[in-house]
């Protein structure tokens, strides 16, 4: 059962069913192998009992890829071997029972052909100084139509981003957002909602006017220099009820001890320690705000 589990096509598998698309996933390789020594010789070392390992290119047990080329790959002693159940070599010396698992271009060619054949995003890999001759990194580069400066990145957003809500009360929202990442030349912001848009210089926003225990769809678009819009994501919130609340309205950018007390949402929290920024309605069980009940 753990070798039908805990493998790379049950775990992609698993994902895909979850809803994961496969251009979410990437497929993580090691530049680097794992080794015990005095492993009894049947099976050349595989599946045999093992004790700690002795040798190591930086700490015992732990083998650079490119340690293991120069210096073990059937040579001194040891033979490469293949496991074609889980498509990767293994090293065997019967003189000191060394055993070592790893991967080399043989199993990297199987690795890339699930990439391509399950649609995943690419490889990543661990770590590049294991690698010092470059042939897995190159196996990997050839492999998956890679190119140094290739591919299309999208461009820069113009639009303002992480767009969030610092505040409310029954009649008003204050909204803050941060500037677009493409850096470009921007005239103001507009905020829009209902039928109404307000303009403003800073990458803040508070809108008055507002009704009681009424949601509302505010959307935070940059205006550049030649007065195109780039609208950036849409935030809903819910104004407090009209109902009087003894405490203080949260705000993102105070800070509060334990056992403070705000107004949220018509809602009392108190604070468990001290805290700046967590909003109390997204607190959960275990987090830093403690619901205490609605205003009175």
Known sequence: QTLQTYNIENTVKRYKEAGVKGDKLVLGTPFYGRGWSGCE??????YQKCGPAKEGTWEKGVFDFSDLERNYVNQN??????????????????ENGNFITYDDEQSFGHKTDFIKANGLSGAMFWDFSGDS?????????????FAPDGGNPEPPSSAPVNVRVTGKTATSVSLAWDAPSSGANIAEYVVSFENRSISVKETSA?????KPGTAYSFTVSAKDADGKLHAGPTV???TNSDQACSYDEWKETSAYTGGERVAF???VYEAKWWTKGDRPDQSGEWGVWRLIGGCE
Request: hydrophobic share 30%; glycine share 14%.
């Open 41 to 46: 010789p049947g099976g050349h070392g595989e």
């Open 77 to 94: 002693g040891y033979k490469r071997y293949w496991n074609d159940q889980a498509k990767v070599p293994f090293l065997y010396n019967p």
């Open 265 to 267: 949402n018509g809602k």
């Open 236 to 238: 809903e919130v819910t």
């Open 206 to 210: 508070e809108i008055g006017g507002l």
């Open 133 to 145: 001759n470059r042939t897995l990194l190159n196996k990997l580069a050839a492999d998956l139509d």
